[in-house]
């Protein structure tokens, strides 16, 4: 079946570092790819729709600056958190599209210090 | 605005008992319906997919209805295992959104040995 490949799982970064999180499909082309963010015990925010190619589509109120996503090539986006503060540790999950289904990364615990 | 609810947020259940979870959303021009399963600190599998013009789909222990006009879904559960313990989602995908996949909050699913 679909998989896609989410990494890190999980990472600890200082108070106003970057970090980058890479989901990669790995048995499929995915033109398009979405990434989610995840509150403790709350449901998933769609952040942004990442297109292989061009310029990723931001839901409102989330920064474009802060929040730098690249779909590079048909099988790896990635989801850069630019001076990352506190209030950014969160996890954060991406997510593919194949046919009328979507397969999901493993997700990434990001805590910022 | 699609908003989907996921009643009851959490539930407990002694093993082998039968269960039923709900999933309303408000606009039923969607595509399609899917239930995912999260474990904790997981991303999401997807359990069942049922496109617009289906009423239910069936996968193993699971049965998942669709009422398009009301605006409804239900996932059954047959004789329920520890194993099934988890945080089970729903998601529509509205007509004109893009293809975005809209979440409740989901329902946490406790099985007791």
């Known amino acids: 079946g679909a998989v896609v490949s989410q990494h890190p799982s999980w990472v600890i970064c200082k108070s106003g570092t970057s970090v980058k999180i890479e989901c990669r499909s790995l048995?499929?082309?995915?033109?398009?790819m979405f990434w989610y963010r995840q509150f403790p015990k709350q449901s998933l925010m769609l952040m942004a729709t990442s297109n292989e190619g061009s310029k990723a589509t931001y839901e409102q109120g989330v920064e474009k600056d802060k929040f730098l996503i690249n779909h590079a090539s048909l099988t790896l986006s990635t989801l850069t958190v630019t001076s990352a503060h506190p209030e950014d540790s969160s996890f954060y999950i991406c997510?593919?599209?194949?046919?009328?289904?979507?397969?999901f990364g493993s997700g990434t615990r990001l805590t910022v210090v | 605005k699609q908003e989907v609810t996921q009643i009851p947020a959490a539930l407990s259940v002694p093993e082998g008992e039968n269960l039923v979870l709900n999933c309303s959303f408000t606009d039923s021009a969607i595509y399609n319906l899917q239930w995912f399963r999260q474990d904790p600190g997981k991303g999401l599998t997807s359990l069942l997919l049922?496109?617009?013009?289906?009423r239910e789909q069936t996968s193993g222990r699971l049965n998942a209805s669709l009422d398009k006009s009301s605006g409804r879904s239900t996932l059954y559960i047959a004789a329920s295992q520890p194993g099934d313990s988890a945080t089970y989602l729903c998601a529509v995908i509205e007509v004109g959104s893009n293809y975005k996949l809209t979440f409740g909050k989901g329902t946490l699913l406790t099985v007791n040995p």
């Open positions: 048995d499929f082309q995915a033109t398009t």
């Open positions: 997510s593919a599209r194949r046919g009328a289904g979507y397969t």
């Open positions: 049922i496109q617009s013009s289906q």
